[in-house]
């Protein structure tokens, strides 16, 4: 059975949010987290960078070691993503979409590839509002339900003025080819560059319900930041074949292994 939730509103008044933020410079290749924040952030010293990667000796299992600005990864009893069981309730809390037509631009980070939107979008869930900051991939999924994994999850990443992450997972797997997909896709396959791929409505990429999970976790790269807030949609988009072969071909297994859920609830109550 679920426990009570020993969690608050206030623990998720992110006091690390700095720390996901110093990812920024160091590599070879860009190595910002995959849940960080656009480039124009401001960031942190290259010392308090290192290189991670999805396998290897600089692969999951060792994150924490790589740095101790990656520590949580390691100790954090809060982390993402994790296997939601099939039973839970979904949340109470709606999510409200402000997103418009927006001219977009896509780039490939070194882990995956990030869509920036140039005009501001946000949501709202529990009265509070969030700014989306980028959107990218994971392949195969990183969050499983039941233990099924989908193809590919999509992490909408945002965050509140007072530094609250919310990020808005949503699961792909293998049907028609989608169109409103398309312009994403067929850029992502394309060179590292950042590249305009026009006006995109974010809120076309999504499915038509929002009803999700929620639950409060981590980045799913390092530093692994918790207090994170997740809401993870529960009807999964249908993605062609050719287009997930696609999204593979630039970026694939760079899927963090499912974590222990510890002491949490998912679904979250009282948001
Ligand atoms: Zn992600």
Redesign the pocket.
């Known amino acids: 059975m679920r426990s009570t939730p020993d969690i608050t509103r206030k623990s998720l008044l992110i006091g690390s949010a700095w720390g996901l933020l110093a990812l920024t410079a160091g590599c070879t290749k860009p190595t910002t ?3 960080a924040l656009p480039s124009s952030t401001p960031t942190a010293s290259a010392a308090n960078v290192a290189h991670w990667s999805y396998e290897g000796a600089e692969g999951p299992g060792d994150w924490g070691n790589l740095s101790p600005a990656f520590q949580t990864c390691t100790t954090g009893k809060a982390q993402s993503p994790i296997d939601i069981p099939a039973a839970t309730p979904k949340s109470p809390a709606p999510i409200t979409l402000a997103y418009s037509a927006s001219e977009c631009d896509v780039h490939d980070n070194g882990h ?1 590839v990030e869509l920036h939107a140039g005009s501001a979008q946000s949501l709202t869930v529990s009265g509070k509002n969030y700014a989306f900051k980028q959107m ?3 392949d195969p999924s ?1 969050h499983t339900i039941e233990g099924t994994r989908y193809d590919v ?3 909408f ?1 945002h965050q509140s003025d007072d530094g609250v992450l919310a ?1 808005v ?1 949503l699961l792909a797997k293998a049907g028609k080819s989608n169109p409103v997909w398309a312009p994403f896709v067929d850029a992502a396959a394309g060179s590292t560059s950042s590249r305009s791929i026009g006006s995109v409505n974010l809120a076309s990429l999504l499915p038509a319900s929002l009803e999700h999970f929620a639950y409060e976790g981590s ?3 390092p530093p692994c930041t918790e207090s994170v807030l997740w809401l993870v949609l529960d009807q999964p988009i249908e993605l062609g074949a050719d287009q997930i072969s696609k999204l593979r071909a630039v970026h694939s297994a760079n899927n963090r292994p499912t974590q222990e859920l510890n002491n949490r609830t998912v679904t979250l109550v009282n948001q």
């Open positions: 987290g995959s849940e995956t990218h991939f994971h990183e999850e999509f992490h990443v990020v997972g980045l799913t790269t």
